[in-house]
């Protein structure tokens, strides 16, 4: 056996060795993005939970102005993270966690009462396709964003919380703007990265069977529990649980 063998075989034997160590790279890094008419606020519990757990989390605070600059901002948040991140979205956050979720060190997908939608498809195509039982969102003034009526809050949105709860969510919600509910999604992260989908049972904003439906056309895997759309700030345990089981199946 010759020295120049010896050496090939040494080097294909380290490059083997270093791309199956990437691979099985744990996954600590979870970033996660707010929904519309909300903001990562409601996820403090959650992450508090999934921190003493071992997690590095970071809440993307996008600004919900178009779908391609909320995509931008969780883009900047992944480029921090030191190695594979698991990248959670909550409703308006699925369509952004679809497109950002093509990103290199992106391992996997988590769909907390989400919109997950197909390449071509927009929010509104979605939404429209099963309406969800609430009807409280109102335009701005200027009829370019939409904001969900504080009055309506709790029965659309967070039934299942405290009413000092709801009350600061309704405060603090971010405006969404048309054009984001309007942008069409590219090619689907869920296509080639694994994925995860939590229906919330007791959803008013979006149809628990529309849901359902866009889980299984991605092959999500599905955890159903009762609760509001705030699912991750009234079952905060239940949906760090969720979290932190495709966190360790991405590791894999």
């Known amino acids: 056996m010759n020295r120049r063998y010896i050496s090939t075989l040494a ?24 929904g519309a008419l909300a903001d990562g ?20 605070q996008e600004p919900i102005t178009s779908l391609a600059d909320d995509v931008a901002a969780t883009k900047r948040v992944l480029d921090l993270q030191d190695g594979p991140t698991l990248l959670v979205g ?52 200027d009829g370019k964003y939409l904001y969900l009526d504080p009055a309506g809050f709790a029965a659309d949105f967070a039934a299942d ?25 590219g090619e689907p992260a869920w296509r080639t990265k694994k994925s995860w989908s939590i229906v919330a049972t007791d959803d008013h904003s979006i149809n628990p069977e529309l849901e359902r439906e866009m889980a299984k056309r991605a092959g999500s895997a599905v955890t159903e529990i009762k609760a509001s759309h705030a699912v991750f700030a009234s079952q905060p345990e239940k949906v760090a649980d969720v979290i932190a089981a495709a966190a360790a199946a991405s590791s894999k």
Do not use: C
Request: aromatic share 8%; proline share 2%.
């Open 90 to 141: 909550h409703s308006y956050g699925g369509m952004v966690i679809t497109e950002a979720g093509n990103s290199t060190n992106v391992a996997g997908l988590v769909y907390v009462a989400a919109f997950q939608p197909d390449k071509g498809e927009s929010l509104l195509d979605l939404a429209s396709s099963k309406p969800a039982s609430g009807m409280n969102i109102r335009e701005t003034k």
């Open 11 to 34: 080097l294909a034997f380290a490059t083997s060795v270093i791309a199956f160590a990437a691979q099985a790279a744990e996954v600590k890094n979870i970033v996660i993005v707010h």
């Open 161 to 185: 919380l405290p009413k000092d709860e709801v009350a600061f969510l309704a405060k603090s919600q971010v405006f969404a703007s048309k054009e984001a509910f309007s942008a069409k999604v």
């Open 41 to 60: 606020s409601g996820w403090r519990k959650a992450t508090d939970i999934l921190e003493r757990r071992g997690f590095n989390v970071t809440i993307v």
